[in-house]
């Protein structure tokens, strides 16, 4: 239950994935964020006589400058035993995108063209970015490197679903969560963190833009994270590796530098290692970073009191080159 001093709101568990898509669909533009489109078509992908399956949706993401991509989208209700479904729908998306990128190039266009916002904000991209028109923008997304990504969206996370999925598959999969309430007067709300909000959100964007320090998504290479002084010591300076770090599917590629955030009374940033590798944690939804060298000392960089950045109490990501030459935390995002 969510409870204030006039109303409370209680789970209103969504009965099918009709209702979970068209929820989807009305909070699409906060869910996603203005940079991204969200497709909600369902036409059959793949080669005939072979791997063929409908999606549920496509997210078009254009919220970087260098790597635009798109996400195949599984929208899925925990009361049906998704660990199995799920994986194998990825599975044959993945197989289906490979096979046929013609027929899902063809899909996202025709989706896109019967859409003005998204016929807008493409040619705005487009513009933007040097790229000819909206069919060659699809092709760069469709036919480049790293081209398929998939985004799972479920009403409640099993952990054994995660860890599947971190596990299973060589691409991106991305997971969000998607809850909804309602109160006795008929009242709804959903409940969700945006889309890659805690990588960059459109806030820290629009601050970066107005200071023409904007960094894009696709140059991010450090992964910035919270420790106790015990911690720290220990583990960090003494073992020369980070562990129990919940890291984004999409960013496992990008990371090459982690770098420490040292609780109060230390407050700052003071230390960056280079990352020689990335494992899953033991057989939990989480990763250990091992480290190619003891880490070095830089900084340090104080959180500014009443900043604009808080003191990070889970991971952040930023790129080495801005740690580098910040002052204070609120110039290292």
């Given at each position: 239950m969510l409870w204030n001093n006039t109303q409370s709101f209680k789970d209103e568990p969504f009965n099918t994935e009709t209702e979970l898509e068209d929820?989807?669909?009305?909070?699409?533009?906060?869910?996603?964020?203005?940079?991204?489109?969200?497709?909600?078509?369902?036409?059959?992908?793949?080669?005939?006589?072979?791997?063929?399956?409908i999606p549920d949706g496509y997210l078009l993401d254009l919220a970087s400058v260098k790597q635009p991509r798109l996400f195949v989208v599984e929208v899925e209700l925990a009361q049906h035993d998704p660990l199995k479904h799920v994986a194998v729908q990825i599975l044959e998306f993945s197989l289906s995108f490979e096979t046929s990128p013609q027929a899902v190039k063809s899909v996202i266009k025709e989706a896109i063209l019967k859409d003005h916002a998204a016929v807008s904000l493409?040619?705005?991209?487009?513009?933007?970015?040097?790229?000819?028109?909206?069919?060659?923008?699809?092709?760069?997304?469709?036919?480049?490197?790293?081209?398929?990504?998939a985004l799972v969206i479920i009403d409640e996370l099993p952990d054994e679903l995660e860890k599947v999925l971190i596990s299973r598959?060589?691409?991106?999969?991305?997971?969000?969560?998607?809850?909804?309430?309602?109160?006795?007067?008929?009242?709804?709300?959903?409940?969700?963190?945006?889309?890659?909000?805690d990588v960059v959100s459109p806030a820290s964007q629009d601050e970066q833009a107005a200071k023409g320090t904007v960094v894009d998504i696709a140059e991010l290479d450090t992964i910035v994270v919270p420790a106790r002084e015990e911690g720290f010591k220990e583990t960090?300076?003494?073992?020369?590796?980070?562990?129990?770090?919940?890291?984004h599917s999409s960013m496992l590629k990008k990371i090459k530098h982690i770098a420490v955030y040292r609780v109060a009374p230390e407050s700052a940033i003071t230390h960056i290692a280079e990352v020689e590798?990335?494992?899953?944690?033991?057989?939990?939804?989480?990763?250990?970073l091992n480290f190619a060298a003891p880490a070095q000392s830089i900084g340090p960089i104080h959180l500014v009191?009443?900043?604009?950045?808080?003191?990070?109490?889970?991971?952040?990501?930023?790129?080495?080159?801005?740690?580098?030459k910040a002052k204070n935390l609120d110039e290292a995002f």
């Open positions: 929820a989807i669909c009305e909070a699409a533009q906060v869910l996603f964020g203005p940079s991204r489109i969200y497709l909600n078509i369902k036409k059959k992908v793949g080669t005939k006589g072979k791997t063929q399956n493409c040619q705005d991209y487009v513009a933007k970015n040097s790229f000819e028109n909206i069919d060659f923008l699809l092709e760069q997304i469709i036919y480049g490197k790293d081209r398929f990504n598959f060589k691409f991106p999969v991305e997971i969000l969560t998607f809850a909804r309430y309602r109160s006795a007067s008929g009242d709804r709300f959903y409940r969700f963190e945006p889309f890659l909000e960090f300076i003494g073992e020369n590796k980070w562990y129990s770090i919940r890291i590798s990335i494992e899953q944690w033991q057989d939990t939804n989480k990763y250990v009191p009443k900043g604009r950045v808080k003191a990070p109490q889970a991971p952040r990501y930023t790129t080495r080159a801005l740690l580098l």
